[in-house]
């Protein structure tokens, strides 16, 4: 046997057994990590499940004294526990508070779970897993506490067979096994190649990484082969890109709310700086008050504007409930802007059907159509005309149509007209007051009520034509 075969032999052998060492090592590790990740991931679930039914819990518990909503209350819970049960191939078992088993998918549960150590730990907002026999079969458990402001409603249980975590261990055991029979024919082949083909990307995104995490934005990469890791490096280059997109909204969004900010408090100041000194006519005085109030009035709406911008962001922006009658807020709205009509000599008309009634925070809705009403004002020149058309559609529920012969919106404005802050024409609207956030608002609590809006304008000093539809319920 030559000297080349048997430095080959060897070679193979030191592969061989490296792997098969790697193999076993692995497998160990890869079994202890499966129950892991099994027990890991039913804690996990156990808090996203009790996250899920924080809200039809809590709706249950607000509907206890009304037996018609109670019966709702209690259909949408079993579906959502029945829905989440399917999901995440478990059984879920809501438990009131002092142990009672309250709606469960597992018809083997038994009428309390007070003594379980995953439930006295729910209880005091903490999320273990156990594991126990039920009838010969290895069982784990898990609970978390529906909480509402920091204080339990309920605790969200849930139970999966330990089969499931050990059929994964197999599944492990033997992927292993396959990809030990499958390295150890193609390492001696391959491995130089393949570690010159990964090694040089994988520095490449590496040198980029660390390039983006100093500050540089505008680094990116070019890698054309192999195919996986060209994937990786797009991948890279999208998340690059949206970062760098992010911090510019971000820093525009300060920069403008700054701005606005800014204005009110300069405004203020000047006037109270005036003020101070004593010099002014009772005449003047009355002008600054007045004055220093408006500013004040635009800068507590801007905070407040702001806050539902916050809100709608986070998704803590709550439906109302409310009948509201589109009529009679309408003619609210317009009495509230009767000075300005009047001032203005604008010819407005409202047509509105009469006994149509929507569900919808009040306040809400005010806001969309204070907003909208505001600005077709605002951009309606003196002696102008507004149409205000409210009947409800047979398809979307109520369609509002506001039409006027105003200034108009030009074509390369139109797609930007809900951002915020954004002004068509800044030399023109910086004369105008507000904010440049009405639309982002309307569009905030719209989508919040699955209402759909479209503004369309021929072009400047065209007029434009505002067209709401709402759903009656929401």
């Known amino acids: 046997m030559s000297f080349r075969v048997q430095l080959l032999l060897a070679f193979i052998y030191v592969i061989l057994l490296g792997l098969a060492g790697i193999t076993i090592v692995a497998g160990r590790q890869l079994s202890a990590g499966a129950l892991e990740d099994f027990e890991s991931k039913l804690q996990i679930e156990a808090l996203l499940i ?10 249950y518990l607000k509907a206890e004294a009304n037996k018609d909503t109670t019966i709702a209350a209690i259909n949408t819970l079993a579906q959502n526990i029945t829905k989440l049960a399917r999901e995440t191939d478990t059984q879920v078992t809501v438990v009131h508070l ?8 597992d018809s083997a549960m038994g009428d309390t779970l007070k003594d379980t ?3 006295q730990a729910a209880l005091m907002e903490d999320v273990i897993y156990n594991l126990r026999d039920v009838q010969g079969e290895p069982i784990l458990y898990s609970a978390a506490a529906i909480v509402d402001d920091n204080v339990p409603m309920a605790i969200a249980h849930i139970s999966a067979p330990a089969s499931i975590a050990q059929a994964a261990v197999r599944q492990r055991w033997i992927a292993l096994g396959s990809a030990f029979a499958a390295i150890s024919v193609a390492a001696v082949l391959v491995s130089l190649y393949l570690s010159k083909t990964f090694t040089r990307p994988l520095k490449k995104l590496e040198a980029a990484a660390m390039q983006l995490a100093e500050g540089d934005l505008q680094q990116r990469v070019s890698i054309k082969r192999p195919a996986e890791i060209r994937a990786v490096g797009h991948s890279f280059n999208q998340m690059a890109a949206q970062i760098e997109h992010m911090l510019q909204e971000q820093r525009a969004f300060a920069s403008n709310a700054s701005h606005e900010l800014r204005t009110p408090l300069t405004t203020t100041r000047l006037r109270l700086e ?6 002014l006519t009772p005449e003047k005085e009355t002008q600054y008050l007045i004055e220093i109030d408006q500013e004040l009035l635009r800068l507590s709406r801007l905070v407040e504007d702001l806050g539902i911008l916050s809100r709608a962001d986070s998704q803590r922006l709550e439906r109302g409930k409310e009948l509201v009658d589109p009529r009679r807020v ?3 709205l317009l009495e509230q802007y009767a000075d300005e009509i009047e001032r203005k000599q604008l010819k407005v008309t409202l047509t509105a059907e009469n006994d149509i ?13 204070r907003n909208l009403l505001d600005n077709a004002i605002k951009y309606t020149p003196v002696g102008g005309e507004i149409r205000w058309q409210l009947v409800q559609d047979q398809q979307s529920g109520l369609k509002s149509v506001i039409v006027d012969n105003g200034i ?3 074509a390369n404005a139109q797609p930007n007209i809900f951002q915020r802050f954004y002004r068509a024409d800044e030399s023109r609207n910086r004369q105008q007051p507000g904010t440049g956030l009405g639309l ?3 569009q905030s609590v719209l989508n919040l009520y699955g209402a759909d809006i479209a503004i369309e304008s021929a072009g400047l000093n065209q007029g434009t034509t505002v067209t709401v539809k709402w759903p009656l319920k929401s």
């Open 50 to 59: 009790a996250s899920a039914l924080h809200e039809p819990v809590e709706d």
């Open 98 to 105: 002092d142990g009672t088993v309250w709606l469960s998918t």
């Open 117 to 119: 150590p995953e439930f």
């Open 274 to 279: 005036r003020l101070r000194t004593g010099t």
């Open 330 to 332: 309408a003619n609210a």
């Open 357 to 369: 009634l929507l569900e919808a925070a009040l306040t809400h809705y005010r806001l969309v159509f």
């Open 408 to 410: 108009g919106i030009s």
């Open 440 to 442: 982002s608002l309307v």
